[in-house]
């Protein structure tokens, strides 16, 4: 079993009330990639430029991902600067330079192209289709996407969307891909573009996971700290089909674990910059922290 | 075992993107009662004006709930006129003319004096104060109020904190009470004021629960239609104080219960204008959605 993610590889620089952070490691592929390695195994598409610090690769590495389908090409990283003040909750963002992203087209290595799972990370739903013609249809398409291309690229985006099994998005996305406010009405229309799970990240809210016969809310972890919210959705992602691919079985109680095991590490992800947190993380404090969902959500039913 | 509850009565204009209702009955303990009427037995002191229609006392009392603590005063009735857009998440306030209610000085009626829970609705935490006087000591005491209160009378309000056991309000009331963003810190700010339990209300999100040792977090109800949301938080402490004395037990597994079954009878509130949901609603439609809160919820643990 593996999953494979195209995606980004970013240099960031971050600022929030509780610090800051210059071009350190971020990115769609590389968050969710090293979460999804703690569960399985990784294959990483995406593109870095020639100021990418080697050291990054050696991280991902070192978390036995495969990089073999990163390449770095003549140019600056993809670089993106933003800050968050006391409401977490919405990064603005300061400064974009896509650089050597704004050309990348995604070449699946030959190694790759029999992944038990796809993850197509936020890129341009061109893109995302490309990557579909190149590889053997997976037993679980997963795609990520954002308001630009909801507003830019839309009819392209349905057609990715008609083309997968399990959408990825948050709120505002989902209102504004389904045009309806309804949070429920807004699941329906979505559902009915093709797919046969949704699920939408509500931010410190948690995450709420619709197919055609039941929904699943589940809150996010309440932290009495939160450094850097960024890459908590694809840290999601990650967590969520790395648990799937682990243990290679889609029916609803491991979807619904799934999206715990993707909150676990959400939860984590946040509390520290970049992918810091991450780098400390033991299979331990995963365990640990599932079953303290556990107990913020049970309640004993009616006889 | 009962409840007393001391709060407003109210006619209430609401305009929603679903349609409008005009002088219909509203106030905290006429939610709250009629909510916590479908578990145990409530008492309600308020002050209603001489406009104020008999058939919605008699709707109260059709639902056995106690009103000879209501008072009817020569003035007119508390009158709130408010407005929703597509986010129902907060109401635009219109008007709100006190009317009787801006000299409403709860007396409590001597047959009244030993509820085994008191709900104080929101109103002036001086008068807040002043009930629990009026009172022997209840099992039970919880607390509503709103910014306007954290705005102008702080020292009086921290002070009836520091008397009662439960303290229910919203995110933002949290945050202004506390003076802390991070909701984690909120909480304990506010249980170091001396309350056992805080429950805080996120809306659209649910709710979540602290004590000193445990979390509880409740999503909402996912509906298709929201109508008028007017009235959610005090129906949801109806259902979960009402639950509680129907028990008569205050232990964690029961709070959490509790939790549910408020949010229940939110959820159905907001189905409908006014109490309009409520008059309408079956025991049986209660269970079922308790039920679906657990299918909402629920996830297998690990081995």
Known sequence: MSILAVGSMALDSVETPFGKAERVLGGSATYF??????????????????DFPSEHLEFLESRSIDTRGVTREKGKTFFW???????????????????????FSPQIPPEYAEPSILFLANIDPELQMNVLKQVKRPGLIALDTMNYWINGSLEPLKQAISQIDLLIINEGEARQLSNQINLVQAARTILGMGIKTLIIKRGEYGVIMFDRTSVFAAPAYPLGSVMDPTG????????????????????????????IFGSVMASY?????????????SHKEIQDRFHKFKALTHFEGLE
Do not use: H, M, P
């Open 269 to 281: 992800n946040v509390e520290d910059f970049s992918l810091d947190r991450l780098r400390r993380l």
């Open 33 to 50: 990639g090293t979460s999804a390695s703690f569960f399985t195994e990784v294959k990483l598409v995406a593109v870095v430029g020639d």
């Open 232 to 259: 908590a959705g694809d840290t999601f992602a990650g967590g969520f089909l790395g648990y799937l691919d682990n243990t290679g079985n889609l029916d609803e109680a491991s979807l619904r674990r799934a999206v």
């Open 81 to 103: 600067r933003g800050k968050y003040d006391y409401n977490l909750n919405e990064a603005q963002t300061l400064d974009t330079q896509l650089n050597v992203f704004a050309s």
